[in-house]
């Protein structure tokens, strides 16, 4: 039983990483797929408003409880906790970093959606109208 949350709290650390990649360079993937605004918006809305206001995402709990559910007490071990925590939850983190990681993902995002929205209008603008 204590592999499973072992199991859960690894995927639980995968999933919060790809969340947070997702939230920072999903807006590359809507140049492709323009419906995935529809899903990165949001999720680029919450990862923004998690970084300004100071909020714990409700994930880090949930990884934490698995781990010590699993018999576990920290990130050592394995290679998910060894690699992968430090960067969701480096040490060296403070208020003032926090903000400026908020910042530079709205500000990246920002120019992303307008690289997008300018491609997106210079295909419409190029693209010859039948019928008119």
Request: net charge positive.
């Amino acid at each position: 039983m204590d592999r499973l949350y072992e199991a859960g709290a690894d995927a639980v650390v995968l999933f919060h990483l790809g969340f947070v990649l997702f939230a920072v360079f999903g807006g590359l993937l809507v140049r492709r797929r323009p419906r995935l605004a529809w899903v990165h918006l949001p999720a680029l809305m919450w990862a923004g408003a998690v970084e300004f206001a100071g909020w714990i995402c409700p994930l880090t709990p949930l990884e934490g409880w698995l781990r010590v559910q699993g018999g576990g007490t920290g990130y050592r071990g394995d290679f998910i906790a060894h690699y992968l925590l430090a960067v969701l939850y480096p040490a060296e983190l403070t208020r003032g970093i926090q903000l400026l990681l908020g910042l530079l993902l709205v500000l990246f995002n920002a120019a992303v959606y307008a690289w997008v929205l300018r491609s997106k209008r210079r295909n419409s603008e190029n693209t010859p109208r039948h019928g008119a």
